[in-house]
């Protein structure tokens, strides 16, 4: 079965640092997702990516994020200068063609920001 | 903002009971999803429903729709130790963007 896949699975940073996540998404599908959780609490928004462009981000995405899909399959989450709070699972989700459908996440990227 | 909020936000049952979690909504909706997280893991799809249905089966599941209410119910039949999850509703807002619940969290004890 097509599945997401993300690297790192865990990655220790120090704060200020910049880290990129990435994430090899489904083939065929054509809308990505980054979404973050924090320990023990819900899953958030943070930006969704269509056509290579934004289409829409949350108010977490600010000016240290940005997204990329730089070789046409990678699509990437980088943090410019990380901070504690950054610290989280870091999700990315794909979408076939169905805007409204069900999303395919992958296992997550663990960042702890020290 | 269209959100699910989950009810309860945690529950323990015996392995073989049923267990039901609510969802409520604020918009309208052109679908209601829920998924299943294992902990430390991946979200994952289980079942859709459409706003033009009301009740939906996939397996031990069955996932209910009141739009009137703007309500949903999941029910896992015959629980099992493997339930164990975090258990989110999920729907789209206008912008197209699945927004997430804040989640129940089920223990299934042997």
């Known amino acids: 079965e097509p599945e997401v896949t993300q690297t790192p699975s865990h990655q220790v940073t120090q704060m200020g640092q910049e880290v990129i996540l990435r994430c090899v998404p489904i083939?065929?599908?054509?809308?990505f997702y980054w979404y973050r959780q924090i320990l023990g609490q819900k899953v958030e928004f943070l930006v969704s990516?269509?056509?290579?462009?934004?289409?829409?981000k949350s108010e977490i995405f600010d000016d240290q994020f940005s997204v990329e899909r730089p070789d046409g399959s990678n699509f990437t989450l980088k943090i410019r200068s990380t901070k504690l709070e950054d610290s989280a699972m870091y999700f990315c989700a794909t979408l076939a063609g169905v805007h409204t459908g069900e999303l395919f996440f992958g296992e997550g990227s663990r960042l702890t920001v020290l | 903002s269209q959100q699910g909020e989950e009810d309860p936000q945690a529950l323990s049952i015996q392995e073989g009971e049923n267990a039901t979690m609510n969802c409520s909504y604020k918009?309208?909706?052109?679908?209601l999803q829920w998924y299943r997280q294992n902990s430390g893991r991946g979200l994952v799809h289980l079942i859709l429903?459409?706003?033009?249905?009301r009740e939906k089966h996939s397996g031990r599941l069955r996932v209910t729709l009141d739009t009137s209410k703007k309500s949903s119910s999941l029910l896992i039949t015959a629980s099992r130790a493997a339930d164990t999850a975090s258990y989110f509703c999920?729907?789209?807002?206008?912008?197209?963007?699945?927004?997430f619940g804040q989640g129940t969290e089920l223990s299934v004890k042997p």
């Open positions: 918009t309208s909706i052109n679908n």
């Open positions: 990516f269509y056509n290579n462009e934004i289409s829409e």
């Open positions: 429903i459409r706003s033009n249905e």
């Open positions: 999920a729907t789209y807002n206008q912008g197209g963007k699945l927004i």
């Open positions: 083939s065929n599908h054509l809308y």
